[in-house]
T-cell receptor
Framework: QKEVEQNSGPLSVPEGAIASLNCTYS??????FFWYRQYSGKSPELIMF????GDKEDGRFTAQLNKASQYVSLLIRDSQPSDSATYLC?????????FGQGTILTVHP | DTGVSQDPRHKITKRGQNVTFRCDPI?????LYWYRQTLGQGPEFLTY????????KSRLLSDRFSAERPKGSFSTLEIQRTEQGDSAMYLC?????????FGPGTRLTVL
């Protein structure tokens, strides 16, 4: 079992819709969780982080964390074609950040 | 505001050669990380420094890989006797807290 698993993609949504990206983790010692966006050929870009159970909102992005279920999600509201990218979920434990395999999101006009 | 920089951006080498990559972190960041990423996969942790101390090294890292961070500033990652399986994007990240910021990466191709 991988330490961090993301919902299999690719995910395709129409422009203006909500995109939902999910992630589960196996290490209960994981303390912080991150969502990175990675455009093709580029390096990962941090878009959201969450440490506590519940929701965290930043503009069109909402991260959700449920430590009891070992589940992290990212919602993107009003999806735009520029949101088309690979989204990486990661969790840290004592400084080490472990990523999932990524979910490819395509937002079509 | 200067982000994380990496040099070179691309490296093509022949199997068996040694290569060295450099990473310059964001200036106030005391933590520095190296990752490797292959196509279709998330970045894979290689090693981690806090200041000049190497605190963790992945079990996946063979003895051919070595990293240094003299004086807690820039870091180098060396791969000795490269193999075709080493072809990947090598990413460096830095942080002051848990939030890591990535450099542009060095793409290594081993022929």
């Amino acid at each position: 079992q991988k330490e961090v698993e993301q919902n299999s993609g690719p995910l395709s949504v129409p422009e203006g819709a909500i995109a939902s990206l999910n992630c589960t983790y196996s290490d209960r010692g994981s303390q912080s969780f991150f969502w990175y966006r990675q455009y093709s050929g580029k390096s990962p870009e941090l878009i959201m982080f969450i440490y506590s159970n519940g929701d965290k909102e930043d503009g069109r992005f909402t991260a959700q964390l449920n430590k009891a279920s070992q589940y992290v999600s990212l919602l993107i509201r009003d999806s735009q074609p520029s949101d088309s990218a690979t989204y990486l979920c990661g969790g840290t434990s004592y400084g080490k950040l472990t990523f999932g395999q990524g979910t490819i999101l395509t937002v079509h006009p | 505001d200067t982000g994380v920089s990496q040099d070179p951006r691309h490296k093509i080498t022949k199997r068996g050669q040694n290569v060295t990559f450099r990473c310059d972190p964001i200036s106030e960041h005391n933590r520095l990380y190296w990752y490797r990423q292959t196509l279709g996969q998330g970045p894979e942790f290689l090693t981690y420094f806090q200041n000049e101390a190497q605190l963790e090294k992945s079990r996946l890292l063979s003895d051919r890989f070595s990293a240094e961070r003299p004086k807690g500033s820039f870091s180098t990652l060396e791969i000795q006797r490269t193999e075709q399986g080493d072809s990947a994007m090598y990413l460096c990240a830095s942080s002051r807290t848990d939030e890591q910021f990535f450099g542009p990466g060095t793409r290594l191709t081993v022929l």
